[in-house]
């Protein structure tokens, strides 16, 4: 995985045309480790009264919910948006719900789109030389390519 830095200006060049996205720095200069109800913490603290946040993550991670840092205080802090990826089923929400409270008040399951793009594959077809044209924005590929990411030996 690349260096915070290389992270960030990706991030930068991938949204440079998107007026209503925002990068984020605080959790790479967040002391020690960084966990997600920590962020959503910090986020509702920016946000206006009336606003809620929208949390989204794959199936996969949803899976794992029970396993995090405070995962019953993250459910009460924002809405959970879990959507489908490639190869994981469906998640089993009774026994999510089981083991984290209160998760299904907050969450809104998605079915679609599922979309065969994940960042292990992209730094895979790098290192062997592949294309990753129409996987990521075309700034980013010149990035990758510039600063030699991802390349073995």
Not at 80 to 99: F, K, M
Not at 142 to 150: A, F, V
Request: charge should be negative.
């Amino acid at each position: 995985i690349s260096p915070a830095d290389h992270r960030v200006e990706m991030v930068r060049l991938a949204i440079a045309k998107e007026p209503s996205f925002k990068l984020s720095t605080m959790e790479i200069e967040r002391a020690g480790p960084s966990y997600t109800v920590d962020t959503i913490a910090e986020l509702n603290s920016q946000i206006g009264a009336g606003d809620k946040l929208f949390f989204i993550l794959g199936w996969d991670n949803l899976i794992q919910l029970p396993r995090w840092h405070e995962p019953s205080r993250l459910v009460r802090m924002c809405c959970l948006v879990p959507v489908p990826r490639v190869g994981y089923p469906s998640p089993d929400l009774d026994s999510l719900e089981a083991a984290v409270p209160g998760l299904s008040q907050s969450l809104i399951m998605l079915d679609t789109p599922q979309i065969e793009i994940s960042s292990s594959e992209i730094r895979d077809r790098v290192a062997r030389g592949l294309s990753i044209h129409h996987l990521v924005p075309e700034p980013v590929e010149r990035y990758i390519k510039q600063h030699r990411l991802y390349v073995t030996g």
